[in-house]
């Protein structure tokens, strides 16, 4: 069955501490990844996406995720986060083949102290 | 310019009426997908359109669930007999569609369903 992981529901950090936040999939075939975030009060936005290319993607306020296809896995990292980062991030993939339905994983929600 | 824009905000109703919301999607975007979000959980696909037909509708969850796009812009999600279990924020998402799948999806704020 298709499915996203995130490993951790929440997550606690001071300001410039560095973030990981993990996400595994299980798909078939050739898949699109991305990840959105959800600031407070706000709609959900895209952060970044892979569908294609070096697998090293870069977002928007400074966020990088890596595709590691022989793990299954689309990790999303920031080197030093800003209290401004606080909010829930989800990971999501849909496949070329699939159509256009994207499976969400279940989100991490990041705190970051000032 | 403007979002995509979901009404009512909020729709509090009894268990076994029936509820529309209602989805606008950004101006031009022929793409719009439908979700619905539980309480602790990412959102979980309905359906999507592309244009005025629904182009995947596998994620419905049964036939009391049923969504409209007729002229391939404004769509209403439609749930007849509602049951306390479809409680839950219900998101509406646009898209250009014109890479695809790899289409960043732009999202409302959603419609709080409360069935008590």
């Known amino acids: 069955a298709q499915s996203v992981s995130q490993h951790n529901h929440h997550v606690i950090l001071s300001e410039a501490a560095s973030l990981e936040l993990g996400c595994n999939y299980s798909y078939g075939g050739t898949v699109n990844l991305f990840w959105y975030v959800q600031y407070p009060g706000q709609h959900l936005q895209l952060l970044l996406k892979?569908?294609?290319?070096?697998?090293l993607v870069k977002g928007i306020k400074g966020f990088e995720a890596e595709f590691i296809k022989s793990k299954f896995s689309f990790n999303l990292r920031k080197p030093s986060v800003q209290w401004s980062d606080t909010a829930e991030y989800f990971c999501?993939?849909?496949?070329?083949?699939?159509?256009?339905?994207?499976?969400f994983g279940a989100g991490t929600r990041l705190f970051v102290k000032a | 310019g403007a979002g995509v824009s979901q009404t009512p905000s909020n729709k509090v109703t009894e268990k076994g009426k029936y509820v529309e919301l209602r989805c606008d999607p950004i101006s031009g975007h022929t793409a719009l997908y439908w979700y619905r979000q539980s309480l602790g959980q990412g959102p979980e696909f309905l359906i999507y359109f592309q244009g005025t037909g629904a182009a995947d509708d596998s994620g419905l969850p049964n036939d009391r669930f049923f969504a409209v796009r007729p002229e391939g812009s404004v769509s209403t999600l439609k749930i007849q007999r509602t049951e306390r279990g479809d409680s839950a924020v219900y998101l509406c998402?646009?898209?250009?569609?014109?890479?695809?799948?790899?289409?960043?999806?732009?999202f409302g704020p959603g419609t709080r369903l409360t069935v008590l």
């Open positions: 892979y569908f294609s290319g070096d697998p």
């Open positions: 998402a646009s898209s250009l569609a014109r890479a695809g799948p790899t289409d960043t999806q732009y």
């Open positions: 999501a993939v849909n496949s070329n083949t699939g159509g256009f339905k994207t499976i």
